[in-house]
C-alpha cells in the first residue's frame, strides 16, 4: 500500500485512533491474515463465527503490523477502531485509489467466466505496464478492496503519475520528499531468487538503486521526455509527507538493480513513443 500515517487511515475509513500514534506511518501491505502480516503493514480484524480476527491483534502487531483495524479495542495493540472492517477497507481502498493518479481501474461483472477473463486481462495489462489483479477467484466485496490495497510504486506506476501530471499546464513538484523507486522487473527477480533459495523468515526490505527526491525525479522525466514545461515547487503539509521527508520509505543500507529511472523512462520512450503524450 501507499505510504499513510495511521491519522490518515483513521480519516478515511471514518474510524477513531485508540492506543495509537497518529504521526506512524503505515508503509507495508493490508492483511487479514495475521500469518501475512510484515513490518509497516495493517492488519485487519474481522469477526467470525469460529474464529475472531481481534484474538489474534497482538500476534500482528508482533509481526510488526503498525496497528490493526477492528471494531474493539485489544488491550495493548494500537487500533483503528470502526462500525465495520468491511466496510474500513473499501473506504482505505477508495482513498487509496484517489492518490494513484493515472491508474486505469477495470471491472468486471457476470453469472459466469469472471475469473478467466480477469485473468486474461491481467495478463494483457501487464503488458503495457504494473498490474494487479485479484488472486484465484477473490472476486467479491473483500477481494476487491484487498486487491486494490496491493497498489505500490515501482518506476512504472510514478510514469503513470508524472504522465498525468505533465498534461498539466504547471508541473507541481512537492519539496523535500525522498524516494527509492524500482523496476518492478529487478523485484521480480528477487522473488524468484527468495523462492529458489532456502526458507529464510523475515527477509530484508529492499530498494531501488538510487534514494532520490521527489524533485529530481520529476526534473528527470521532464528532461527525457524532452519538454520544458513550467514547474512550481509546493512545500506538502501533513504527517505523511513529513515522514516522507525523514526517508522512511527507503532503504539506503538495502539497495537492489542496477536500472536507474533514467534508464527506465528512455527504455519506455524507445519501446512506445506515444508515452510522451
Not at 94 to 110: K, Q
Not at 156 to 170: C, D, H, K, Y
Not at 220 to 231: F, G, N, Q, S
Request: one cysteine or more.
Amino acid at each position: 500500500m501507499i505510504a499513510l500515517t495511521l491519522a490518515e487511515v483513521a480519516a478515511a475509513v471514518s474510524g477513531r485512533l485508540a492506543g495509537a500514534d497518529p504521526a506512524a506511518v503505515v508503509t507495508g501491505t493490508v492483511e487479514f491474515d495475521s500469518r501475512k502480516v510484515t513490518p509497516g503493514g495493517l492488519f485487519v480484524a474481522f469477526p467470525g463465527e469460529k474464529a475472531d480476527g481481534h484474538d489474534f491483534a497482538a500476534a500482528a502487531v508482533a509481526a510488526g503490523a503498525v496497528a490493526v483495524v477492528g471494531t474493539r479495542v485489544v488491550e495493548g495493540v494500537p487500533t483503528v477502531v470502526v462500525d465495520d472492517p468491511l466496510q474500513a477497507m473499501a473506504a482505505l481502498a477508495r482513498a487509496v485509489l484517489d492518490r494513484l493518479p493515472g491508474v486505469t481501474v477495470i471491472g468486471l461483472t457476470g453469472s459466469s467466466g469472471k475469473t478467466t477473463t480477469k485473468d486474461l486481462i491481467a495478463q494483457l495489462a501487464a503488458r503495457l505496464g504494473p498490474t494487479v489483479a485479484p488472486a484465484g477467484s477473490f472476486n467479491n466485496e473483500l477481494g476487491h478492496p484487498y486487491t486494490v490495497l496491493r497498489a505500490t510504486q515501482f518506476y512504472e506506476l510514478v510514469f503513470m503519475a508524472l504522465r498525468a501530471l505533465s498534461r498539466l499546464p504547471v508541473v507541481p513538484v512537492p519539496k523535500g520528499l525522498i524516494g527509492q523507486p524500482i523496476d518492478s522487473r529487478e523485484v521480480a527477480d528477487r522473488m524468484v531468487e527468495l523462492a529458489l533459495s532456502e526458507p529464510a523468515g523475515r527477509v530484508e526490505d529492499v530498494g531501488g538503486p538510487e534514494v532520490r527526491t521527489v524533485d529530481d525525479v520529476i526534473r528527470a522525466y521532464l528532461d527525457v521526455i524532452e519538454t520544458w514545461k513550467k514547474t512550481l515547487t509546493l512545500p506538502l503539509p501533513g504527517k505523511t509527507a513529513r515522514a516522507m521527508r525523514s526517508g522512511v520509505l527507503t532503504c539506503p543500507e538495502n539497495r537492489y538493480g542496477h536500472v536507474r529511472w533514467e534508464e527506465f523512462l528512455r527504455e519506455v520512450m524507445h519501446d512506445s513513443p506515444g508515452a510522451r503524450r
